[in-house]
Structure formats: C-alpha cells, structure tokens
C-alpha cells in the first residue's frame, strides 16, 4: 500500500474562509502532483512539483497555490473558497527509477463550499 | 490540450466475458511510459497495468493486458473474465515532459453485469 497520505478526507467550509488541503508521502519521491477530478470523473493537472522550491501550474487553471518546502509535503491552499472550488482533490506523487516508474495516490479530499 | 484521449465513456461487459478500453496519446518522446489506473466508487486510485514505450512485447498482468501501438500512438487496455470487482472508472496516464507532467485522460466507467 502506497503511504501517500491526504487530510482531510472530507470538509464542508464556508465562503471566504481560506483552507490547506494537506498532502504527504513518505516514499521520498520528488515529483507529486494535485488534481481537481470534477462529477463527470474527469481529472484535471492544476499544480506540479519536481522537488524541493519547484511548483508550476498544470494544465487547468486554478485559483488555489501550492507549495514544496520538504520533499514529503505538498499541501494546497484556497485564500478565499468559493462554492465553484467545490470539488475532490487528489494528490499523487510519482517515482522514476531503474525498477519501474509508478505514481501512487492518496485518498483524495472532497470539497464542499456552502 | 488534451494529449492522452478516452474516446468511450461508459462500456458495459457480462461478468465472465471481455471488454477493451481504448486510449490513444500524442508525444514527442521516444522513451516514455504508459499506465492504466483503476478508480473503484470512492476508493483510492491504483495501477492495474504499465508499459515502457521501448519494449515491444505488450505488458500483462493476470487478467489485464494491453495492445500498444507505438506508430499509432494507441495504449489499449482488455480486461478477460471481467468480475464485478472490475466495476470502476479505468484512466489512462501519460508523464509528460519527463516525467514532470502525468496526464489523464477523461476515464471510462466500466460496468460489469452479474
């Protein structure tokens, strides 16, 4: 079992109120990863990191920011939730090596905004 | 843009019989992996099946396996014997720009009948 971690698992907030959705993996991988999967399941890249100081944007844009400090932590914060950041969160992070390349997941954190 | 492209939505398949999910990618790499990832209703995301662009022989895995076609840039995956344990949303991923970027595509939800 991959020991990629995400809290918390649900949270219901209201508008305005700024939120971290936290992430962290204890295998040491470098890259890690945050996406926003919306009803239809589909799932969209909204931040990246390769390492340590490195962030960079995905593919969808996103209102949220992410950081990268330490190698196992990846958290991901709103300023300001509004009811369209209602959504699940995933975090992965993915190792690259000589025995296999493989991204694992966490559980994931579903969004509510009210 | 879309690089990695699911063209069915929903496939349906009698327990015991088979179904083959399509994929099909777009990159300029010419080393890269592919994966399969299966996400069963409000579980984690997990691997069912990789394959190394480099190696020709298709990658097996019990009762997954897939038909890729390096020149056509088509990663399929066919699930034999399908159980209802098989019943989930099936991804298929790309890392992009060395591994930097993993990218999906839009999934297809595979219903498996008793």
């Known amino acids: 079992e991959a020991d990629i971690y995400q809290t918390p698992r649900y949270l219901v907030i209201g508008t305005g109120k700024k939120i971290t959705l936290e992430c962290s993996q204890t295998?040491?991988?470098?890259?890690m990863y945050w996406y926003q999967q919306d009803p239809g399941m589909e799932l969209h890249l909204i931040h990246y990191s390769y390492g340590v100081n490195s962030t960079e944007k995905g593919d969808l844009s996103s209102e949220s920011t992410v950081s990268r400090i330490r190698t196992e932590h990846f958290p991901l914060t709103l300023e300001s939730a509004r009811p369209s950041h209602t959504s699940q969160y995933l975090c992965?992070?993915?190792?690259?090596?000589?025995?296999?390349?493989?991204?694992?997941f966490g559980q994931g954190t579903r969004l509510t905004v009210v | 843009a879309q690089t990695v492209t699911q063209s069915q939505p929903e496939m349906s398949v009698q327990e015991a019989e088979t179904v083959t999910l399509s994929c099909t990618y777009d990159?300029?790499?010419?080393?890269?992996?592919l994966f399969w990832y299966k996400q069963p209703p409000s579980r984690q995301m997990i691997l069912v099946i990789r394959q190394e662009a480099y190696k020709q022989q298709n990658a097996t895995e019990n009762r997954f396996s897939v038909n890729f076609q390096k020149a056509a840039k088509s990663f399929s995956l066919k699930i034999s014997d399908s159980q209802l344990g098989d019943a989930a949303m099936y991804f298929c991923?790309?890392?992009?720009?060395?591994?930097?970027?993993?990218?999906f595509g839009g999934g297809t939800r595979v219903l498996v009948k008793p």
């Open positions: 992965a992070s993915m190792v690259q090596g000589r025995f296999g390349t493989e991204a694992f």
């Open positions: 295998m040491g991988h470098d890259k």
């Open positions: 990159t300029s790499e010419s080393d890269y992996y």
């Open positions: 991923a790309q890392p992009r720009a060395a591994g930097n970027k993993l990218t």
